[in-house]
T-cell receptor, first 115, second 112 residues
């Protein structure tokens, strides 16, 4: 399996809801990433997990809570989001989080709409 | 932190012509420079990358050049085809921090 998968593809939620995004890879990669992409903008890094440990948090608001239960799975828990959080949320993975020359492979993304 | 600037923001070429997209980076420690193609509604897909120990890399119609002294790298697409139409992002990262810093993107349109 050479793909990163993400579920759901689309998500609509209210500002009081709690929801989770899921990302999975079976390439043996030990680094996984969450990026946020607004329309016509580049992806912006949110979190990096390296060997199942959080290594980078780009000052993301606490209403976004990442979790890495194992080396293949990455979750993003959402709570009390704002309409400006509506975006495409991309997951990516690479062989390691710090080594040289690690290609990152992206999942198809979850398109999130916050009402 | 790293800052990556990308130009032009839009580029329109005739089918068969060449297209060149340029990026500059600020962190001299950056040593890995991938290029991603993103079609509308799709994921970014890695199309080519270059490491800092190499000055040029080619893969069929796509080539990337790197000038470490100037902190500048470019994507060259020859014999463009309509299916090359997409948004292209350059990016940079370094050993010890593999998270990518992206350029602002170039929307390439290839006119048939």
């Amino acid at each position: 399996d050479t793909e990163v998968t993400q579920t759901p593809k689309h998500l609509v939620m209210g500002m009081t809801n709690k929801k989770s995004l899921k990302c999975e890879q079976h390439m043996g990669h030990r680094a996984m990433y969450w990026y946020k992409q607004k329309a016509k903008k580049p992806p912006e890094l949110m979190f990096v997990y390296s060997y199942e440990k959080l290594s980078i948090n780009e000052s993301v608001p606490s209403r976004f809570s990442p979790e890495c239960p194992n080396s293949s799975l990455l979750n993003l828990h959402l709570h009390a989001l704002q309409p400006e959080d509506s975006a495409l949320y991309l997951c990516a993975s690479s062989q390691t989080g710090t080594g040289a020359y690690n290609e990152q492979f992206f999942g198809p993304g979850t398109r999130l709409t916050v009402l | 932190g790293e800052n990556v600037e990308q130009h032009p923001s839009t580029l329109s070429v005739q089918e068969g012509d060449s297209a060149v997209i340029k990026c500059t980076y600020s962190d001299s420690a950056s040593n890995y420079f991938p290029w991603y193609k993103q079609e509308l509604g799709k994921r970014p897909q890695l199309i080519i990358d270059i490491r800092s120990n190499v000055g040029e890399k080619k893969d069929q119609r796509i080539a990337v050049t790197l000038n470490k002294t100037a902190k500048h790298f470019s994507l060259h697409i020859t014999e463009t085809q309509p299916e090359d139409s997409a948004v292209y992002f350059c990016a940079a990262s370094k050993t010890g921090r593999r998270a990518l810093t992206f350029g602002s993107g170039t929307r390439l349109q290839v006119q048939p």
